[in-house]
Nanobody, 128 residues
Framework: QLALVESGGGLVQPGGSLRLSCAASGFSLDYYAIGWFRQAPGKEREGVSC????????NYADSVKGRFTISRDNAKNTVFLQMNNLKPEDAATYYC?????????????????????WGQGTLITVSS
């Protein structure tokens, strides 16, 4: 069974950092682009970042550029999202998802259309 499992969420103060992990089971992430999405209460889910299957291309939402960094370790079958200088508006449930349709050097964080396996989400709370 194909599955993605997120971890690393929790409570952090404004300005703090967290690193999220997205681990795959039942399949290898080597040939998949991976996206991170988030959904705050009462809001629609939005794309945060993505990384191509090659690892050579990354994209970020404007709201997180310069603060978040996505990376992948195919040997560990895991993708990471390093989040620095967290703000209250970053509080949300964060989801990772896999995309088998994008080509080796591309990824798309602005649409959910190509993503077909989703994790259960991990909650980030940003509060003092």
């Amino acid at each position: 069974q194909l599955a993605l499992v997120e971890s690393g969420g929790g409570l952090v103060q404004p300005g703090g950092s967290l690193r999220l992990s997205c681990a795959a089971s039942g399949f290898s992430l080597d040939y998949y682009a991976i996206g991170w999405f988030r959904q705050a209460p009462g809001k629609e889910r939005e794309g945060v970042s993505c990384i191509s299957s090659s690892g050579g291309s990354t994209n970020y939402a404007d709201s997180v550029k310069g603060r978040f960094t996505i990376s992948r370790d195919n040997a560990k079958n895991t993708v990471f999202l390093q989040m620095n200088n967290l703000k209250p508006e970053d509080a949300a449930t964060y989801y990772c998802a896999s995309d088998r349709w994008s080509n080796y050097h591309n990824c798309r964080h602005y649409t959910e259309a190509p993503y077909d396996v989703w994790g259960q989400g991990t909650l980030i709370t940003v509060s003092s």
